[in-house]
C-alpha cells in the first residue's frame, strides 16, 4: 500500500462518485492538470489501492428482476 496524500484522497472520493470519470473529466473537477492525475491514477492502480472499478445497480430496476439459484451437481465417471 503507497501513502495517499490529499490529491490522491480527492481522486479516489471523485471517482467512488463517478467511477466511470474519464481522466480528463477528473482533471478538470479537480482542477488538477490531465498528465497528474493520469500518472497517479496509474500508480494507484498497479499498486493496487484502486483494486477495480464496480457498476452498482439502481435498487428500483433490481427490484423488478427475476432472480433464481441454481445448483448443480456433477458426479463423474
Avoid: C
Wanted: charged share 30%; hydrophobic share 45%; glycine share 6%.
Amino acid at each position: 500500500m503507497i501513502r495517499l496524500d490529499d490529491i490522491d484522497r480527492k481522486i479516489i472520493a471523485r471517482l467512488q462518485i463517478d467511477g466511470r470519470a474519464t481522466v480528463t473529466t477528473l482533471a478538470g473537477v479537480l482542477e488538477l492538470a490531465r498528465g497528474t492525475v493520469q500518472t497517479r491514477l496509474t500508480r494507484l492502480i498497479d499498486s493496487r489501492t484502486i483494486k477495480r472499478f464496480t457498476t452498482e445497480l439502481n435498487s428500483i430496476e433490481t427490484d423488478e428482476m427475476v432472480r433464481a439459484v441454481m445448483m448443480i451437481e456433477v458426479r463423474g465417471n
